[in-house]
């Protein structure tokens, strides 16, 4: 026999509930804190890399920038001056560039800047010519020896130029060339041309066949797809070698200062030979004046056509 329970136990029993029933409780997460600005080290770590990247672009800027800014700021400077210190213009004056331009002390800059110019024009233009046809059967023919003649072509642009200067003064004195125009333009075209090759055929390289075959079944010849179709698609790069010969001719100095005379002398060497008013005098302040008004008109160019310059050099770097 149990024990009897009192009514009052059976009541509480009663509504005491014989399974328990979970209940739902909402609990807000709260939000992680946020991170104070400029303090992740994510950006800590991105603001470093653009800060090294600033300092970097500045260095160079400054290695490459500086010798030119010192010319000029000594071009502007009185003679008495010239050795001056201080890193601002000061003591300016045009004497400089007039005594440059002058012909008083036997000078003649202007006859060597058109010098300069007829053999920068006609070695760029017989380079690019010989060049281009050069490039285009390197990148479009398969033949024999291909890779050989490539190999050739960039092995002489490594010769040192003082290697060259005793026989070519010795073959052009045979000739009687020395002090003449061509003298001065035939060794610049094989300067130019391992440049003119390489660079053109790496960029016809990468032009599509296609193109040049659906000309040919047009009814046009090799020549005529050449010119109607290659040409006009290689623009850029014809651009920027252009530009890149046409510099390198107007900064050679050593075969020049060698094969020419007063009159077919380029500016590299009548720089150079600027005479002062005594024997004893080196006329830094004109030679100064002078290199001025040479680089300039090559920093305008580049300046204005830089993004030609760019596109040309990375065109058919990638191939889509």
């Known amino acids: 026999m149990g024990r009897h329970r ?41 603001r470093g890399k653009m800060a090294r ?7 160079i800027l400054i290695w490459g920038l500086a010798p030119f800014y010192w010319m000029v700021v000594t071009a502007f400077r009185r003679v008495d001056h010239t050795f ?26 202007l006859g060597a800047i058109v010098n300069s110019l007829v053999i920068g024009v006609v070695t ?52 009687g060339w020395i002090g003449q125009y061509q003298a001065l333009i035939i060794p610049n075209i094989s300067f130019v041309l391992p440049l003119t090759i390489y660079t053109l055929t790496s ?16 009814g046009a010849s090799r020549f005529q797809a050449f010119r109607l179709v290659i040409l006009p698609l290689a623009a850029p790069a014809l651009f920027t070698t252009a530009i890149l010969a046409f510099i390198a001719t107007w900064n050679e100095f050593m075969l020049a200062s060698l094969l020419s005379t007063e009159k077919t002398e380029p500016v590299t060497v009548a720089i150079a030979r600027f005479a002062g008013a005594n024997s004893w005098e ?13 680089t300039i008109p090559l920093v305008i160019m580049v300046l204005l056509f830089q993004r030609r310059i760019v596109s040309g050099l990375t065109a058919g770097g990638v191939k889509s």
């Open 203 to 218: 960029f016809l390289s990468d032009l599509p066949w296609e193109l040049e075959e659906a000309a040919r079944i047009d």
């Open 124 to 175: 760029t233009a017989v380079g690019l010519l010989l060049g281009v046809f050069a490039s285009y059967a390197l990148a479009r023919i398969e033949f024999r020896g291909k890779y050989i003649v490539t190999g050739i072509i960039l092995g002489a642009s490594m010769f040192p130029t003082v290697a060259l200067m005793t026989p070519l003064f010795q073959l052009f004195g045979d000739f």
């Open 282 to 294: 080196q006329p830094y302040a004109a030679i100064m004046a002078a290199g001025t008004i040479v």
């Open 6 to 46: 009192k009514p009052e136990e059976l009541d509480d029993h009663a509504t005491t509930p014989t399974s328990s029933v979970p209940t739902a409780t909402a609990t807000a997460v709260a939000p992680p804190p946020e991170p104070e600005a400029g303090t992740t080290p994510r950006r800590r770590t991105d």
């Open 84 to 109: 001056d210190t201080t890193p601002w213009p000061t003591y300016l004056t045009l004497d400089n560039f007039r005594a440059a331009l002058s012909t008083d002390k036997g000078n003649d800059f």
């Open 53 to 59: 990247t600033y300092l970097g672009v500045a260095i």
